[in-house]
């Protein structure tokens, strides 16, 4: 991927004026050449990142605390620059892992890739908009005063802070026109000078002293005139990268990876079968009920009742218990078993559906190991019709019918209504976690929840207290840990276009008579 070279410039002046501050407006863009594969790992990564920011957002208090701490950590484990205590002559010096440079281009860079996924539809921008402006709100307030400064002189933001001696002159105003603000207080906290016309928003809401053309903000308020700053120009910019989209569109490397990063699944590959055949066929009864998510759960009990599942729930459903851990031999006795207690009869099932059951396992056509469905691909693909059952229920259900389902659960009616009410706002997978710590009886989850697989995984890991799942015959109710929730760190998905491809070609077999 070419921006056009000027990553040698970089590289020789490390400690260039672009990279010269932790923060940045992102008002130039990328001059350098990078690899395809840099380029969509930065890409996952930063989107990973966003999708962490929004679900903050809604779990917690923007700005709190606990926002704060979960939001840092995120930050600091995807190698993107948190704060600026960082001195310049050690700008590309790193102890362990990534420099400062390393992260605060990486920051650059992936941003502006984001840019070309995100600028296409207007949902699409204002989703982007938003999960960046939280983001660099919370990285503008941690700044130190200094170092606020000199971001704001940097970007040709010239507010000044006031002096001593004048802050003194108009001590009164300034109490009287801040909340919160005694005498100490205004000698102790920094004031910025800013034209009235950048601040119309404070001073619509009264919150600043006005004099000579000039508001005086407090320190803590000043992030709402970067942040209208900011807005403004990530708009802007949004709205030209559309119209130059289709110039980079026309990159057959680019396109499918471009179209499919604003739906993208950037969590564990859960093809990879860590656990396999380490859950028996005696089990899946009591693990539905316990550990696996309502999607799962609704389409095991309509096989058990209905002793069939069209060929969407055969895919959401079989995918799903392959990536569990159940065997090619497992699958196709417990597919098998189903189906003829229904209207299929052994030499259909063989001659129908057994072909499809080891194509998913990469035994037929392809040779593919399919990876499950992630959540993303549950709700945005392939929505139920009548006589259907897969899709995701806080996503396709009507919410009267899933009030009465999640009651039929024994939750209780205030775990209900917050249920509910993330699923007004079509916060789907936090609806999906919120069931998560209401079955489970705990506060706070601990995840963000992006895969079916991945709440099966984390009930183990809970109801386990920290061990493997042992493959139980006798005792099938007790449910136990998948080895596999021990992987903490997630890899992003190796080839998301090939990914798509693949299930593409997969549907084809599983098509009902």
């Known amino acids: 991927m070419q921006f056009t070279g000027r990553r040698r410039k970089l590289a020789v002046h490390p400690h260039n004026e672009l990279y010269g501050h932790c923060l940045q407006l992102y008002g130039q863009p990328p001059l350098e050449n990078i690899s395809l594969s840099e380029f969509e790992t930065f890409a996952v990564e930063r989107l990973k990142l966003l999708k962490t920011v929004e679900n903050l957002g809604v779990s917690f208090v923007k700005m709190s605390e606990q926002y704060s701490k979960k939001l840092h950590a995120e930050i600091s484990g995807l190698n993107f620059p948190y704060r600026a205590e960082v001195d310049e002559l050690n700008l590309n010096k790193s102890q362990a892992g990534p420099s400062e440079y390393e992260k605060r281009r990486k920051d650059h860079i992936s941003h502006f890739i984001l840019r070309l996924a995100y600028c296409q539809t207007e949902d699409l921008r204002r989703w982007f908009i938003q999960q960046e402006m939280d983001l660099f709100r919370h990285r503008f307030t941690d700044l130190l005063p200094k170092y606020k400064t000199e971001f704001l002189h940097r970007n040709n933001l010239k507010y000044d802070t006031i002096s001593l001696e004048e802050k003194k002159n108009i001590r009164d105003q300034l109490i009287n026109s801040s909340y919160g603000f005694s005498g100490t207080t205004v000698v102790e906290q920094d004031f910025y000078k800013v034209p009235f016309q950048d601040a119309l928003d404070l001073v619509r809401t009264r919150k600043v002293f006005l004099q000579g053309g000039y508001a005086y903000i407090p320190h803590q308020e000043i992030v709402t005139i970067v942040l209208n700053d900011f807005r403004t120009r990530l708009s802007k910019a949004l709205a030209l990268t559309a119209r130059s989209l289709p110039a980079v569109q026309s990159d057959e490397r680019l396109q499918p990876l471009l179209n499919h990063l604003s739906h993208a699944y950037v969590g564990q590959d859960y093809s990879i079968q860590k656990n396999i055949g380490k859950v028996s066929l005696e089990q899946i009864d009591a693990l539905s009920a316990k550990s696996f998510p309502l999607c799962m759960r609704q389409l095991h009990k309509a096989l ?47 001659k129908a559906y057994a072909y499809s059951i080891r194509h998913m396992f990469g035994k037929e056509g392809k040779r593919t190991d399919y990876t499950p469905y992630s959540c993303m691909k549950v709700i945005l693909s392939n929505p139920p019709s009548q006589g259907d059952y897969h899709g995701c229920p806080f996503r396709h259900s009507d919410p009267e019918l899933l009030k009465q389902k999640l009651q039929s659960y024994k939750l209780s009616p205030s775990g209900i209504i917050q249920i509910l009410d993330l699923v007004k706002g079509m916060h789907y997978q936090l609806a999906c976690q919120k069931y998560f710590e209401l079955t489970h009886n705990i506060e706070d989850a601990g995840f963000s929840l992006n895969h079916p697989n991945q709440y099966f995984m984390e009930s183990q890991k809970l109801l386990g207290g920290g061990k493997e799942i042992k493959k139980e015959v006798e005792m099938p109710q007790k449910v136990q840990e998948n080895a596999a929730a021990n992987g903490a760190s997630v890899q992003p998905q190796p080839n998301t276009t090939q990914a798509m491809e693949e299930m593409g070609d997969l549907e084809s077999y599983f098509l009902d008579e």
């Open 304 to 350: 058990r009742d209905n002793h069939h599942l069209r060929h969407g729930g055969r895919m959401q459903y079989g995918l799903f218990l392959k990536g569990i851990g159940l065997t090619l031999e497992q699958a196709l006795q417990f597919w098998r078993s189903e189906f003829i207690r229904g209207k299929v009869d052994t030499d259909k099932f063989d």
